[in-house]
């Protein structure tokens, strides 16, 4: 196993929540006026997206990263009173990604399954690594693979429905990733495989309902965010 150290967006989030405690803290016992510094939030946001950009594999992190990073730049332009920004001027952006998912999808056929306004399908695959994207949308999909080694399940204001009770792991473990957004996905594993939980709920709550098995012989490592939104784990498959 690989236990290098590497800076992922995880950590740089935890560094991120560990300086605005020192901020109130020092606050609180008046040595400092935290809200003079936290006018410039926006470069926290700055930050963020970059090591979210730069430290991502897969396209849909990379892309929430950046979008991340654009924002954190408009509105730290607004607070040095160079540009007039508010919010709502942001609409435009979905046009940009509207367009971006679609010609991304018609460039990469047999890559990343779901889209913006995805319909919910219901398919069997058997890849081995699943990419699934969803965005103001729904997707339902089964996975037989008698070699899962994980992936990662992204839903923005959507939900993803993930059946993974048809598949078999040759490794001892897998990782999903998963990114949960004003959204939910809910997860079905076989009863065999050990969960662990290792994702970070923010103002939203990963539940795991799986059962533990008598024998921990295959693990799944559910990693990632449920921002506003929640992930659920369970051994019993979705209904046909």
């Known amino acids: 196993m690989d236990n290098r150290f590497r800076f992922s967006p995880q950590f740089i989030l935890g560094i991120i929540v560990i300086f605005v405690g020192v901020m109130f803290t020092l606050d609180n016992l008046d040595v400092l006026e935290a809200r003079e510094y936290f006018r410039y939030w926006p470069v926290l946001l700055i930050i963020y997206g970059v090591f979210k950009m730069t430290g991502s594999e897969a ?47 018609t460039i990469n056929r047999n890559q990343p399954r779901g889209g913006i306004f995805t319909a919910t399908v219901d398919k069997l695959d058997t890849d081995s ?18 070699d899962f080694r994980g992936g990662e399940a992204t839903a923005i204001m959507g939900g993803v429905e993930l059946d993974l009770t048809g598949a078999t792991m040759k490794g001892k473990e897998a990782v999903l990733e998963i990114f949960a957004f004003w959204g939910g996905i809910d997860l079905r594993v076989p009863e065999n495989w050990t969960v662990s939980v290792q994702a970070m709920p923010i103002m939203g709550g990963v539940e795991d309902n799986t059962r533990p098995p008598k024998e921990e012989d295959k693990r799944l490592i559910i990693k990632g965010y449920a921002i506003m939104g929640g992930a659920e784990i369970s051994n019993k498959p979705l209904k046909k």
């Open 129 to 146: 690594e699943i990419r699934d994207f969803v965005m103001m949308g729904g997707l339902t999909r089964s996975n037989s693979s008698t």
């Open 59 to 105: 396209t849909p992190g990379r892309a929430w990263g950046l979008v991340l990073t654009l924002i954190g730049v408009l509105f730290l332009l607004e607070k040095l009173y160079i540009i007039d920004f508010r919010v709502w001027d942001l609409w435009p952006m979905f046009l940009i990604l509207l367009g971006g998912s679609m010609m991304w999808r």
